[in-house]
């Protein structure tokens, strides 16, 4: 565990803006060739430091405005899983995927940079002096002395979330035990004291009452009201989303799951209703009472931040400054625009890409994929509502509404289907659509032209260059190669153990590449004939939602939850890693290579520069270098099989015998003999193909798939290990 206190030197270098006033981006974000980011992102707190002032946490960091003229005071741009205020309202901590960040609000100072696994909660004491952080999966929970940043407490508990001190700073509430339990810790011990059960479904709300006299839990089915002392449940509600008490303790406002949208205020001892406010269009996510009880902030999936008047519930000012959860992106043919949409409302947004500006915004479906036509003129859209619309770009109205699939019945039963993927033919003429079936439209008329009938469902499309192919991804763990023009089945490419997700041709149209939970294989499109394989370990890599090649052939990206990577085509060498969001990311490259676009479920787009390659006669002449690999950890001949020491695979075997094989004598000793002989057969199978398959499939393969069954208990542990010794750089 590290912690340390930053010098005023150090401050300046980590963050350009310590003032915090105007725009501070982590330079970590920069480091990995962020150019821009777009949007603030999914709100999911709101701390309102007084009538004027309103503190957001969101999905690209934390803003502070003036709610006065709507205007940023500051704008901190950090990808954090979660945020705390101390109750003065003096500190402010963001948590991200490996670091804690305290800051002095007041002076502007950033206090410490604490390194630690990924916490997903954190609690400031009423006094300001501890900070607790929590995570989901992680067997130690930690608490820090606010002035040091030093840890001075862990506890040994693996799911620990919703951290909240008891107003006398004794008391510690947490859910725990896989999320039904809320429990009660002693502050000044660190011990379990109390455990309050009775909630069906996990819990995901925790706060006292201002006197710390009751406390309230929240799930999505109930909440329930407790009494502190004698542990006792006085009241069941409705599951909540949001909830705050009233300063003095006498008034709970929640928002309701089955609300819709509205905020209740209700009496704390008799659960009577007082007044519902109204005016939000989406679930409220966060609320916040002003100090005085007069004012209530409210944040919500509507993408905005309203404060309300308590005693007559009228709204009295809004902020407009935030964005929803993205699900597809797309540039335009030109690279001038980058459009974004999502599933959690029905808005389709056109960002500037040299300004960074939001220039249109179109209403209609929430829609879960876009595709720009090749002339730039319409952007298609599908939606999970089994509606494609097609949009006039310069205008943003709509052209054409096309009716995918309507509900069907199946084994007797009423199915209903909904559009995955739309994609345009390199000449514009056609549209595909993916759901249970293919669906070719043209695009002049809107008349449905082909069917290509697979057998399950389909989850991505994909056009070769030419435009006289057709591949799509299917839940039975295939990938079906078609014929455009006559609709006829070409080939199969099999050897999935899941359902593919996504697909993607090379820009000169030879390969095909194919994602899967477990594993992304490159095709020889011609011979149907496997090129490369890159396996996913199962829990040590999550499922490959997307991927897509560089527009001149060089680089594949994949994305794999938050985390982007990139890989040398031709060798199949990691290159690059990117990591800036705290939700699921789609991705697409600027049509001359230079920027690749993220968007994630956190509401952010980012711009990123995508890395130079090396001439292809340069990388002919790379080798492994086993003096620097023996630096940087051995696992020479995996190594060489996998193509980077950075590999999942590579980082896999390497735990296994740091953390298994050299405990015994024996298992040293093998060690030992192996790093004489494995750098000459290392070099030997860098050069030779057919060798290195061999390797793979007979060797390592088997090796890692029975590690993978033996650490199965154990894999949350190995995940965490192995991704933090990735980004450390320990290879």
Partial sequence: MISRSLSSDEQDNLIPAFALRGNVVFPDLMKQGMVKRLGRGVIREVFLLDNDQVLVFAGGGATLFDLRNRETVWDIDYPAACCALSPDHTFLALGGDLDIFIW???????????????????????????????????????????????????????????LCFSPDGKLLASMGDWGKTVKLWEVASGSEVRRL????????????????????????????????????????????????????????????????YKVRLCEVTSGTEVRQIKGHTDKVVTLAFSSDGQFLASGSLDDTVRLWNVASGLEIKRLEEHSSSIESIAFSPDGRLLASAGEDDKKILLWEIESGREVGRMEGHKTYSLAFSPD?????????????????????????????????????????????RVVFSPDGRLLASGSDVVRLWEVASGREVRRLNGEESVRCIAFSPNGKLLASAHQDHKVTLWQVSSGREVRQFEGYTHGVDSV?????????AAGSEEETILWDVASGREVRRMEGLGTLLPAIYSLA??????????????????????????????????????????????????????????????????RAEETNKQRIDTTKQEQKGGCFIATAVYGSASAQEVILLRTFRDEILTRSKTGRQFTKFYYRLSPSIANLIASRHVLKTTIRKLVLEPTIWLLKRIWLFNRHDLKANSRKEARNGKY
């Avoid at 406390?215 to 909540?240: F, K, T």
């Avoid at 993607?504 to 095909?512: I, Q, R, T, W």
């Avoid at 199949?572 to 789609?586: F, N």
């Fill in 376 to 420: 730039g003129k319409f952007l298609a859209s599908g939606s999970l509502d089994n509606t494609l619309i097609l949009w006039d770009v310069a205008t943003h109205r709509e052209v054409r509404q096309l009716q995918g699939y309507p509900p069907g019945e199946k084994n007797g039963e009423r199915e209903y289907t909904y559009t995955v």
């Fill in 504 to 512: 993607a041709f090379s820009p000169d149209g030879k390969l095909l």
């Fill in 104 to 162: 002095n609000i007041r002076t502007g100072k950033l206090l410490h940079q604490i390194k630690r696994n990924r916490m997903h909660s954190l609690a400031f004491s009423p006094d300001g002096q501890i900070l607790a952080s929590g995570s989901r999966s992680g067997w130690k929970q930690l608490w820090w002395e606010v002035a040091s940043g030093q840890e001075f407490r862990e506890i040994e508990e693996y799911d620990m979330n919703c």
């Fill in 549 to 614: 090649f560089s527009p001149d052939g060089q680089l594949l990206a994949f994305v794999k939850y938050e985390t982007v990577q990139l890989f040398e085509v031709a060798s199949g060498r990691e290159v690059g890693q990117i990591k800036g969001h705290t939700g699921t990311v789609s991705i697409a490259f600027s049509p001359d290579g230079l920027l690749l676009a993220t968007g994630s479920k956190d509401g952010v787009i980012r711009l990123w520069q995508v890395p130079s390659m090396p």
């Fill in 197 to 260: 059960e009775g909630h069906k479904h996990r819990v995901d709300k925790v706060v006292f009452s201002p006197e710390g006299k009751f406390l309230v839990s929240g799930s999505w089915s109930e909440a329930i009201l407790w009494e502190v002392g004698s542990d006792q449940e006085l009241r069941r509600m409705e599951g909540i989303y949001s909830i705050a008490f009233s300063p003095d303790g006498q008034l709970l406002a929640s928002a309701d799951w089955d609300s819709l």
